[in-house]
């Protein structure tokens, strides 16, 4: 039967019963078979204490110091391609591309030659370099990378005001003045066409017959390359390079061959290996550039041979001498002497021979030309040499002594600049005419690489935007430039 009272009121307190919940609690009896123990504290004391959270995240990188426990084994690399061999990648550095079949074929092109060097009729024209020259400048190393040879194709010069004058210097100094030596220094703003103008030099003295021997870059006989050792017997001691050396006589060998193969010992020297009496010149070099050990001696000898004096028996022909980078040959050099202390480029052999000639300390018997391009394009801060050059050109273009530049009092200048740069020729190239510029690109648009008509308007365009005839812009503002 139910309860007539509800729970509700059983819950109330009532002034007859002490407490209403006491009816409702479950005798202990009841529980004492589920084996719960009484409220207690002791647990909670004895309790463990709780496991720190890892806040560490799995995604960012481990703190520092922090060990991760995570061990990557990394795989070993394994070169699948050869190693590229020694001087692999210097000689794909300079590798020179003479000729583009991609090219149009420039019909009626004149070729460079001892009568057309003198033409004043082909100011402003290309003329083709024959190829028995092109191999003759390409042994002596000089075309450069930065000339634009491969969009053409062949080879081919710009007949310049310069380059003309140049051509009747070598004819005089061929004919009318044999025996004589001119003695210049290319200068100029960057890209006017100064290693041009040495290249067209070279090829004229090839074409007149003469001997010629150029240092292609004077920078890679400063910065530290070559093998280098102090010569002995010599005061202030000097230093030669004989691997170099070796190679200078290869390509002296090679580009001069047709002459030198003509040419026999007229005296005799003291060689470190036995020669022949009568060989000739292209072997002797040959002996030079086999062996780097004996290249010094072989040389000696040989430019010997080239500086007597011509005789009915023995014909020496006029001596070219070239160098490109001359601010690299009027400093100190990376090389080192037993004290540690920078070696001159004066005191290095091969530029020591040059400077002898180009300051006319020595003498070319049979004539000559000595001749050095200071580039622009590469070039150390040599404040002797801008000093020198400035004053050269003064006096070159008969200014009057108060217009020679005169030496700061606070900077402080190397006289040996002043005594190599003395008495020489300085020649400053300017830009291109607008007749010679208009004629450099009708031969562009004639090998196809310059797709616009070329008119007065065109021609002026471009003439100004390359700084007045800078022959570098003017290539750069139109066979180059792609918008």
């Given at each position: 039967m139910a309860s007539t009272e509800c729970w509700r009121c059983l819950s109330r307190t009532s002034p007859l019963a002490p407490t209403s919940l006491s009816l409702l609690r479950a005798p202990s009896s009841i529980?004492?078979?589920?084996?719960?123990a009484s409220f207690s504290t002791t647990?909670?004391?004895?309790?463990?204490?709780?496991v720190k959270k890892n806040t560490t995240?799995?995604?960012?990188p481990p703190k520092r110091g922090e060990k991760t426990g995570v061990k990557i084994k990394k795989k070993p690399i394994v070169s699948k391609g050869r190693p590229p061999a020694i001087g692999e990648r210097k000689a794909i550095r300079k590798r020179v591309v003479l000729s583009n079949t991609n090219a149009l074929e420039v019909q009626g092109m004149q070729e460079l030659s001892a009568e057309t060097m003198l033409d004043m009729r082909l100011r402003g024209q290309v003329l083709g370099i024959p190829g028995s020259v092109v191999d003759q400048l390409r042994a002596i190393e000089a075309f450069k990378v930065t000339q634009g040879w491969g969009m053409f194709r062949r080879p081919g010069v710009l007949m310049r005001r310069e380059s003309l004058a140049m051509g009747k210097t070598i004819e005089n100094l061929s004919t009318e003045n044999l025996g004589s030596v001119s003695r210049r220094v290319l200068t100029g703003e960057r890209g006017n066409g100064k290693s041009m103008l040495l290249l067209q030099a070279m090829a004229m003295a090839f074409l007149k017959?003469?001997?010629?021997?150029?240092?292609?870059?004077?920078?890679?006989?400063?910065?530290?390359?070559?093998?280098?050792?102090?010569?002995p017997n010599t005061s202030p001691t000097q230093y030669v390079q004989k691997t170099y050396l070796a190679n200078l006589?290869?390509?002296?060998?090679?580009?001069?061959?047709?002459?030198?193969?003509?040419?026999?010992?007229?005296?005799?020297?003291?060689l470190p290996i036995p020669v022949q009496s009568n060989i000739s010149l292209d072997r002797l070099a040959d002996l030079g550039a086999r062996d780097p050990d004996i290249a010094w001696p072989i040389f000696q000898a040989l430019w010997t041979e080239l500086t007597t004096s011509s005789t009915e028996t023995a014909n020496r022909p006029p001596i070219l001498l070239a160098l490109d980078g001359l601010a690299h040959a009027m400093t100190t050099t990376k090389y080192r002497d037993v004290d540690f202390n920078p070696i001159h480029a004066h005191d290095l052999v091969i530029i020591k021979h040059f400077t002898d000639y180009l300051s006319g300390t020595r003498n070319l018997p049979n004539g000559g030309m000595v001749i050095a391009a200071a580039s622009q394009s590469n070039t150390p801060k040599v404040p002797s040499l801008k000093l020198a050059l400035s004053q050269l050109e003064a006096r070159t273009s008969g200014g009057s002594s108060s217009e020679?530049?005169?030496?700061?009092p606070f900077q402080s200048y190397d006289d040996r600049v002043f005594q190599s740069l003395e008495g020489v020729t300085a020649q400053r190239l300017q830009g291109l005419t607008k007749d010679e510029a208009q004629g450099l690109l009708e031969y562009y648009a004639m090998s196809g690489i310059l797709r616009q008509t070329v008119s007065e308007a065109l021609v002026t365009e471009k003439w100004m935007l390359s700084g007045g005839g800078v022959v570098g812009e003017l290539e750069r503002a139109t066979v180059k430039m792609r918008i």
């Open positions: 529980y004492s078979g589920l084996g719960t647990a909670g004391l004895f309790a463990q204490p709780a995240s799995k995604t960012g017959g003469w001997v010629v021997i150029s240092i292609p870059e004077a920078q890679e006989l400063v910065i530290g390359h070559t093998e280098y050792a102090p010569l006589l290869s390509q002296i060998a090679r580009a001069n061959a047709s002459i030198l193969s003509n040419l026999q010992l007229s005296q005799k020297h003291s020679v530049p005169e030496r700061d």
